[in-house]
């Protein structure tokens, strides 16, 4: 009894860090509390006398029980052919909204979106190597890959998350100013700054609507629509320009592609529809 009280007693301390580990590698607080309570429960039936470090033993077991979770996921995926993105969570008991809301912030929505599109492996390896500093020798056994191997993931994942072959970091400083600034306009209201933002025969594309109603014109009318929205909106690299993703709780509802010229929004593409968002290439931006 006295072994089982300390051991809980250290897991508790342990239990932020592994659930920092769980929410980036999972991308859902309730999938999370459910991997780390899972450690816990391999922790309380195992022979922990040879463990020197409780807490790297801790971080490479919640790893295992996500990479199983993570592959599980992606079978349901292939089975149904439908893309996994981050889950809404208003419908799991016990968990609070706004505390995902929270969370998903501090992590970043842009990450978690692009988290999702990496493999279990890759995404394992990122988290644990570039957010949590694990290094690979450790990295390798939890994903059964050779040093060498797991290096080659993690490489790769970097160039998924970051974005590889983006426009030079000058031209994609002034596409960021511009989507920012039209973002910070339409979640405050100001109907001017996002006139002043649009080119004034602006293009939306909207696949949501029907075929009637999907394109809408003009700056004055999409300044209308889009004031007081955007909310959850963080713009992110979409095929390695500047865009846009919208996201509550890490819940990626659609994608804004943004075509500039001379410092205005000429076009912009609101893209909801999953086989189109799979083919996208979307990257957070550092910063």
Not at 155 to 164: H, L, Y
Not at 216 to 235: C, D, E, H, I, P
Not at 251 to 263: A, C, E, I, P
């Amino acid at each position: 009894m006295i072994e089982h009280e300390w051991l809980a007693e250290q897991f508790e301390a342990h239990r932020k860090h592994l659930q920092a580990v769980a929410y980036r590698m999972l991308g859902s607080l309730s999938e999370a509390e459910d991997a780390v309570q899972e450690s816990w429960l391999r922790l309380s039936r195992s022979n922990t006398g040879p463990v020197e470090n409780l807490g790297g033993w801790l971080t490479t077991v919640v790893s295992r029980v996500c990479l199983d979770m993570l592959r599980s996921r992606k079978s349901r995926r292939e089975e149904s052919i439908e893309a996994h993105l981050p889950e809404t969570l208003e419908s799991h008991e016990g968990i609070d909204p706004e505390r995902e809301a929270l969370l998903a912030e501090h992590v970043g929505l842009a990450l978690l979106v692009v988290l999702g599109n990496l493999n279990p492996a890759e995404r394992i390896t990122f988290v644990l190597h570039d957010i949590f500093s694990v290094p690979f020798t450790e990295i390798a056994p939890i994903v059964g890959k050779s040093e060498a191997a797991s290096r080659q993931l993690a490489s790769r994942a970097r160039r998924r998350v970051r974005g590889a072959g983006t426009a030079p970091e000058a031209g994609l400083a002034g596409q960021r100013e511009i989507v920012d600034a039209f973002l910070a306009a339409a979640r405050s209201g100001d109907f001017d700054t996002l006139v002043t933002a649009l080119d004034p025969d602006v293009l939306l594309r909207d696949d949501r609507e029907t075929q009637d109603s999907r394109e809408t014109r003009g700056a004055m009318a999409l300044a209308k629509q889009v004031s007081g929205r955007a909310q959850a909106a963080q713009s992110a690299l979409v095929n390695g320009s500047v865009g846009a993703i919208v996201a509550p709780r890490g819940s990626l509802l659609y994608v804004l592609r943004f075509t500039m010229k001379q410092g205005k929004i000429v076009e912009i593409d609101l893209i909801s529809d999953r086989e189109r968002i799979g083919r996208l290439d979307l990257a957070v931006l550092d910063g």
